[in-house]
């Protein structure tokens, strides 16, 4: 399988050639465990999700290894423990750490799963490697890399003679266009954070010693953690790292100056999704159009409505999340549910995998998918929309929308006693079961012979449901 992709790193779109096709290895950058995972963050998952499946496909899924890992060392999940202990929480301000941690994790595992994608390989923690971290900066301190300063690790980057290769940007340019911490204790003013002190009541390790010195209790800064992880977990050279655009810089630019500068030869091919917009403007809190993944699933947006969403646009455009957009989908995929229902035994159509091939292109994959529905080739159908995710085999429309058979089973009886009424012409006795229907959160469509379709909307109520008697 001939699989291209576009390395930010070089600018094009080249052959995708493993360093190893027995052992296929790719990092993304996960998320900072604080909150729930807002939209933006769940795009370079099924981006990754996407590339994963056709990995697998082509080398085979023990072949392939796939790392994701969790920041869970942040000021932000200090805040939200300290905030639990005022209120009167029991246990250490350590323990409410690690619990406020357990639980965002816990959120995003189901999240991401209702989102249909699979889980990584592994999922290290960055408090699982923090020794990694204290040697990485050690040796980068070694070679004249860093530099100890008030009890900061400092990278030094006017030593790193390519910085600034993967954005693009000289260092001028970095340093009038980024939030750069300014800091009495840097030699210049682009060094960043490799270790920091941390007080009395925060999570702290014993730090790196440089120069003979210690550094004393601290934590790492960020952009170590995912150097330190990847080279423990992956090798000193791996196939693939990615994440959302927003990263590139600093973020990414950093990990690769901390890595290249141990003399890892690091990731080859670099990819970054675009940022994404809601109705056609950056999201964010202060338009109100600010929302979580779990917001949407919470108002009866199956996952695989966002998912399908998401595949629409190619990874490297913008995406903007509209409420058209989303009613196409919910729509496009009740059809599909329909006809794919009960088909086994199909093969992925060439059509859909020679545009995943192409660099990720999801959506040529979903006009393939298009021109299999319209030919009726359910099967094909059906294998072809797994590959991307979608038409979960052990799942029918109405339960991705969160009726389970009880409840479809009530709505069914419903709607033959609603059809019986339509053929004696008792239409006031039919359009009460409508109305009643619809004011549970269930908005019944009419099709031919009796046939319906069933939209559930975020008003549904499964108690009221079951107990219509009409």
């Known amino acids: 399988m001939d699989i291209k992709l576009t390395n930010t790193l070089s600018r094009k779109k080249a052959a ?31 981006m990754f999700d996407v ?12 072949h392939v290894t796939y790392a994701r890992n969790f920041t869970d060392v942040d000021d932000r999940i200090n805040e939200t423990a300290r905030q639990r202990k005022a209120d ?28 249909g994608n699979l889980s990584p390989n592994v999922e290290p923690r960055a408090t699982e490697y923090i020794g990694q971290m204290v040697e990485m900066i050690e040796e980068l301190a070694a070679k004249g890399f860093a ?11 006017s030593a790193y003679e390519t910085y600034g290769r993967l ?148 990874y490297s455009k913008p995406m903007d999340w509209t409420e058209t957009k989303r009613a196409e989908a919910e729509a496009t995929l009740q059809k599909w549910h329909k006809m794919a229902q009960g088909s086994t035994g199909g093969q992925i159509d060439p059509s859909v995998l020679s545009a995943v091939a192409d660099d990720l292109n999801t959506p040529g994959a979903l006009t393939a998918l298009h021109a299999l529905a319209k030919n009726g080739d359910a099967a094909a159908l059906a294998a072809s929309a797994q590959f991307l995710g979608l038409l979960d085999a052990d799942q029918t429309w109405w339960q991705s929308q969160g009726l389970d058979d009880d409840a479809m089973a009530r709505v069914t009886a419903l709607q033959e006693q609603r059809v019986a009424a339509k053929k004696a012409k008792d239409f006031a006795t039919a359009d009460a079961i409508r109305d009643a229907l619809a004011g549970v959160g269930v908005a019944i469509v009419d099709g031919p012979g009796g046939t319906f379709d069933v939209n559930v909307t975020p008003a549904f109520d499964q108690a009221a449901l079951m107990a219509l008697s009409i």
Not at 16 to 44: E, I, K, Q, S, W
Not at 51 to 62: K, P, S, W
Not at 147 to 157: K, P, Q, S, W
Not at 232 to 237: M, Q, R, Y
Request: charged share 20%.
């Open 51 to 62: 590339l994963f499946r056709l990995l697998h496909l082509a080398y085979g899924a023990d």
């Open 167 to 314: 954005s693009g940007r000289s260092i001028d340019d970095m340093i009038a266009g980024a939030r750069v911490e300014v800091a009495p204790f840097k030699e210049n003013p682009m060094d960043f954070v490799l270790w920091k002190p941390s007080s009395d009541d925060e999570p702290g390790w014993d730090g790196p010693v440089i120069d003979g010195v210690s550094l004393g209790r601290g934590r790492p800064g960020w952009h170590i953690e995912c150097s330190a992880m990847s080279h423990a977990l992956l090798g000193e050279s791996f196939d693939i790292h990615g994440g959302g655009l927003d990263l590139q810089f600093p973020h990414h630019e950093n990990e690769i100056a901390q890595s290249c500068a141990c003399g890892h030869g690091f990731a080859s091919v670099w990819l970054h999704n675009e940022m994404l917009q809601v109705e056609g403007k950056k999201m964010s809190k202060s338009l109100g159009n600010f929302f979580t993944v779990r917001d949407l699933l919470d108002q009866g947006v199956p996952g695989e409505v966002i998912r399908f969403v998401f595949l629409s646009t190619h």
């Open 147 to 157: 530099y100890g300063a008030e009890g900061h690790a400092l990278f030094r980057v």
């Open 16 to 46: 995708f050639a493993p360093l190893d096709t027995n052992n296929v290895r790719m990092y993304l950058c996960g998320p900072t465990v604080y909150d729930r995972a807002h939209l933006g963050n769940a795009r370079p998952v099924v």
């Open 88 to 115: 009167g929480a029991a246990g250490s301000l350590e323990d409410l750490i690690h619990e406020r941690a357990n639980e965002t994790i816990a959120w995003y595992h189901a999240d991401m799963a209702a989102l």
